[in-house]
């Protein structure tokens, strides 16, 4: 199909595309703006950043000893220790740090920094752990019996840039196992000599200790403890490098034979299993408040078993509560306080691993991290434990049944309240008897108080709660027996329970004057709440819970309430899972006056990471209730707390759920759940929840999502600009401007098909059968999803393509991404030419402009000769092929720039009508300016993929180290473009592929360089270099063949208007 047609109806349909361009860019532009306005607004409620400052007092020791005799790193990294003045013993003076000067005591740990990261980032952690240890000693002995201080080494990488080069990760990895080997040779001289490190990995350096266990250096068994801050497990952050890719996929594929058991044992897998079996890791996400890492990617779905690790979210940590940045992760002081004392809590200073066995070190982390409402929290109670016979029912109760008068199916219980006190000398005993009718009941349980132990139950206002068994024989031994009964006592009951205090979890303080969780967080000065949930699964192994009043009368401001009611009044649902008609309708629930204290609303329809949910909660607030309603949302390995529900209050759900490009499974966790905590003992109030989507605030949510699309789907337009240029260059020889191309490209004739199909693509890029089509097409090799499958023990998915979408009702963020990606074209292509007009209109007026325009000849194709052989040359030896393409872009400028002054400064959308291009040598001269214009377009659109690792070579070059980029000195990668700007330079014009095949492959190559931008361009970015390359290639090859043919053009030869060509 020719693009030639007649003149007046080609300039209507040019006029028209006018008119659709600057529509289509003004909404780009303006979706764009206001992307970047909800980006920067400031969150609030559970979003708001509430981290505390912190205080230390730093030391750094040198390890000198760790020299050149130990690793061929020594010359640009080195290893520090890190000594808390005032607390911990300094080293002794010495010119060599060794094993003899340093006075280690402690339990090894290793920090890791991340991307561009300081040493100096351990400070925080590691002052807290010293001051914990030191001014805790008692209660951490309590907790711990096997406690012992941390000796905190970190290593200082100068700064490098590990999200940018994979080589680089390996090189850490690598240092520090070497590193590892000589720490543990201090303390070889120790009563119990250290066999293995306790890891802290922030952002890269979390993935950098996983690369450790999989490398040939590794110390066997020198690693059993990993704890990353912010670290990308799911997903690569950039993908600018393919090393770096190459580098998780082997990673992940190491980590995932580790811990397949039904698996054909390979000689990967036995080395996998062996480095793993006792490993446990634990990922910690700030949540939304990191702008430089999606929250999405720090999760270890289809990674590490849940006997292994987990994710969470310092949103939901207990006393924490609060989401942090990437930076202050390491420092927030409500993080490190938790960290510190988990950290004390897994060490064992009597085992030479320093640490407890893997199944006590997981149930410390899930104590310490879970908020406690999790499905896998259940396993850690000690009411579990007791009901399943893990543990003894430890005592025996005795009651007199007048203290239960009118209590024995009691379902309520609130304090304070007016009541007349029995004259016992024995406390109230309440009793929520659990029927075994096969109905299944959740018991309730919030306070102002903590619980405590039965044994200290009167010493302050505080209840204590048990769950109990009826004693079943008179010859057990308990660890203490209570007889509330007197020598009047008629009737009584008897009972083995077990105490639950340890149970009960921390939620944020809500009362009708707080602000923010920060108020009742770690180390604030305000006591937060505290809640105790039991559902059938604890409460079937038990006939009764007890709750014991102390003698001390609770105060007007404490509460104590708790509930046994039926669990279906308890779980509600929000509407239906049709994300579209929460788009087009919402959802509303309303709940009923006489509802349970803590109501748990699961909403199907809220599983999406890329949206926002809005709920508007009316109620009418009651003086008479003693807290304020809260509200936990909680979604796979996040919770959050909306503190201080008042009426008409909208909360805002930021959810980690699906996300793109990361794996996840579908389970009852996919979905966002509500958990409703309010005083409905003291209100008779009705509540509604109206739900809908906030698409303003949805914004921010595809920033760090899709940051890397910037330059795939720009590129994804371009190339199909340069294949319409392409087509009209070979139908009617003519090589149309980029402007005048773009155009075309904005005819509805293309741009509606365009729109459609994108809609269905983004759709039906998430269906299994697409999906394994796109994978054998696909040059790299992605991750295993029957592996993920075999660790999760559940149907894992992955969508790598396009948007990476699992919604279908996003359908139109197909045609958003197709304006937004041509509105940017568009204003980079205007940008380009003002700039490029206005360069060549300033040399135009200089002096030597005509050396500028016209060197001499021989002398000019001598030193470009030279030069392009002295770049081809270093390539191999020194230089990294990203430099070269620099290079070629610096050239392709001057190219343009002199193509410009040549067609007396005329822009490339100067004529509005191809027809206007009559002359033969005004229309090669016209073609040449146009092609080296839209190739230098492309480039300049690709260049960004090629910075980052050229970053990195300036770095190391800094710092003098020659780090082995093998895979960035082929110089295979760029010389095809080196030798296409050269001919560029030279004035050689781009052949035209007159015969059927070359016109074919021409096309074939650009269309699936346009498609594979579009499809596999996020997640591969370093691909779009190669095919450019590839694009050149072709290019020249066309070239040497009308060059053998005597057909190739050069406009240096050519004479416009009888005068030779400013180009000569």
Avoid at 424 to 453: Q, R
Avoid at 748 to 776: D, E, R, T
Wanted: glycine fraction near 4%.
């Amino acid at each position: 199909m020719s693009l030639h047609i007649p003149s007046n109806k080609h300039n209507h349909r040019l006029q028209s595309s006018k008119y659709i361009l600057l529509f289509l860019t003004i909404c780009g532009l303006t979706i764009l703006s206001l992307i970047g306005f909800s980006f920067i607004e400031n969150l609030e409620g559970a979003d708001s950043a509430s981290c505390r400052g912190v205080y230390m007092s730093p030391a750094y020791a040198r390890v000198n000893g760790f020299d050149e005799t130990h690793t061929k790193f020594a010359s640009k990294y080195s290893l520090y220790l890190y000594r808390e003045q005032g607390k911990d013993v300094f080293p002794r003076d010495s010119e060599t740090v060794g094993a003899a000067t340093l006075r280690l005591e402690g339990t090894p740990v290793l920090f890791i920094p991340g991307n561009a990261g300081s040493y100096k980032q351990v400070r925080s952690i590691a002052s807290q752990c010293a001051n914990t240890f030191y001014d805790n000693q008692d209660q951490l002995k309590q907790m711990n019996s096997g406690v012992n201080n941390l000796d905190f080494f970190t290593a200082d990488f100068n700064e490098d840039f590990t999200a940018f080069h994979g080589r680089t990760m390996l090189d850490q990895a690598e240092y520090l196992n070497d590193a590892i080997s000589f720490i543990l040779t201090l303390y070889k001289n120790n009563p119990t000599p250290a066999t293995s490190v306790i890891l802290v990995g922030h952002s890269m350096g979390g993935i950098v200790a996983r690369v450790m266990l999989s490398l040939p250096n590794y110390v066997e068994d020198s690693v059993n403890t990993i704890i990353t801050l912010a670290a990308p497990h799911a997903a690569a952050p950039t993908t600018f490098d393919a090393d770096l890719l190459h580098v998780f996929s082997s990673t992940d594929s190491f980590w995932r034979h580790g811990f397949i058991k039904n698996l054909e044992e390979s000689k990967l897998g036995i080395i996998a299993k062996r480095r793993l079996e006792n490993i446990s890791l634990i990922s910690i996400t700030g949540g939304l408040l990191d702008n430089t890492l999606p929250a999405d990617y720090t999760a270890l779905t289809g990674l590490v078993p849940e006997s292994n690790g987990f994710t969470i979210a310092t949103t939901g940590i207990p006393g924490v509560w609060t989401p942090i940045d990437h930076l202050a992760i390491v420092w927030c002081d409500q993080l490190r306080k938790v960290l510190s004392s988990v950290m004390l809590q897994v060490v064992d200073r009597r085992s030479t691993t320093q640490t407890y066995p893997l199944k006590k070190r997981m149930e410390i982390f899930r104590k310490c991290f879970f908020s406690g409402f999790e499905d896998e929290a259940i396993k850690d109670f000690d009411a579990y434990k007791a009901g399943r016979g893990g543990e003894e029912l430890e005592y025996a109760l005795k009651i007199d049944t007048k203290q239960l008068k009118e209590t024995t199916r009691e379902r309520t219980f609130e304090l304070p309240k007016t009541k007349n006190k029995r004259d016992l000398d024995s406390p109230d005993m309440h009793l929520f008897y659990i029927p075994k009718d096969g109905l299944k009941f959740k018991f309730n349980f919030i306070s102002s108080l903590k619980p405590v132990s039965i044994e200290d139950l009167g010493q302050t206002s505080a209840p204590s709660v048990l769950l109990c068994r009826t004693l079943s024989s008179n010859d057990k031994t308990f660890k203490k027996d209570f007889d509330y009964t007197t020598g009047a006592t008629s009737q009584f009951v008897q009972l083995e329970c077990v105490d639950v205090k340890n149970d009960a979890h921390m939620i944020p303080r809500s009362y009708s004057d707080s602000v923010s969780s920060s108020e009742s967080s770690i180390g604030a000065n305000k006591d937060p709440f505290y809640s105790i949930q039991f559902d059938s699964a604890v409460l079937s192994m038990f006939d009764a819970v007890v709750i014991a009043e102390s003698p001390y009368g609770v105060s007007n401001d404490d509460f104590i309430l708790a509930d046994l009611e039926l669990k279906q009044s308890t779980n509600l649902v929000l509407g239906e899972s049709s994300l579209w008609k929460l788009f087009t309708q919402g959802y509303d629930i309303t709940l009923p006056s006489h509802r349970p204290i803590a109501v748990s609303v699961k909403v199907p329809s809220s599983w999406s990471s890329l949206l926002a949910y809005k709920f508007d909660i009316r109620y009418q607030q009651s003086q008479n209730e003693r807290f304020s309603p809260i509200i936990s949302q909680r979604i796979r390995d996040e919770t959050k707390w909306h503190i201080n529900i008042k009426n008409n209050n909208d909360i805002t759900a930021l959810i980690q759920g699906v996300s793109p490009f990361c794996p996840f499974t579908t389970n009852k966790d996919s979905a966002l759940e509500l958990q409703l905590f309010s005083d409905s003992l003291s209100s008779d109030q009705i509540m509604d929840i109206y739900m809908s989507v906030d698409w303003f605030k949805s914004l921010k949510l595809l920033v760090l999502k899709y940051r890397l699309s910037i330059i795939s789907f720009p590129v994804f337009i371009t190339t199909l600009i340069v294949l319409l240029q392409f087509r009209m260059y070979i139908d009617c020889e003519i090589f149309p401007s980029f402007g005048q191309a773009l155009l075309l490209f904005c005819d509805l004739k293309i741009l509606v098909p365009l729109s459609v199909s994108l809609s269905f693509l983004s759709s039906i890029a998430s269906q299994k059968g697409f999906q394994k089509l796109l994978n054998l097409i696909d040059p790299m090799e992605l991750g295993n999803l029957e592996l993920m499958q075999e660790i999760e023990d559940s149907n894992v998915h992955v969508n790598l393509y396009f948007l990476g979408l699992e919604e279908k009702a996003l359908w139109f963020f197909g045609p958003v991404v197709l304006v937004i990606s041509l509105s940017l074209v568009c204003g980079f292509y205007y940008a380009l030419v003002l700039l490029i007009w206005l360069s060549s209109l300033a040399l135009k007026k200089l002096s030597f402009f005509s050396d500028f325009v016209k060197p001499t000849k021989h002398i000019y194709n001598r030193r470009r000769f030279i030069g392009t052989a002295i770049l081809i040359t270093l390539i191999p030896l020194y230089l990294p092929y990203q430099f070269a393409y620099v290079v070629c872009c610096i050239v392709q400028v001057v190219v343009v720039i002199k193509a410009f002054v040549a067609n007396n400064i005329s822009t490339p959308y100067q004529s509005s009508s191809l027809e206007k291009q009559n002359s033969s040598t005004h229309d090669i001269v016209n073609n040449f300016k146009n092609f080296n214009f839209s190739m230098l377009v492309l480039m300049l659109w690709i260049l960004p993929v090629n910075i980052p690792v050229l970053i990195v070579w300036v770095h190391n070059f800094s710092l003098r180290w020659a780090t082995p980029f093998s895979s960035h000195h082929s110089f295979m990668a760029v010389i095809s473009i080196v030798l296409l700007i050269q001919n560029n330079v030279a004035g050689n014009m781009v052949s035209r592929p007159s015969g059927k095949v070359a016109a074919f492959v021409t096309k074939f190559i650009l269309a699936y360089f346009s498609l594979y931008s579009l499809l596999y361009g996020t997640r591969h970015l370093f691909w779009l270099h190669y095919l450019f390359n590839f694009f050149c290639a072709w290019i020249l090859i066309l070239m040497i063949d009308d060059y053998w043919n005597g057909h190739l053009k050069n406009i240096m030869s050519l004479k416009r208007d009888d005068k030779p060509s400013k180009l000569h």
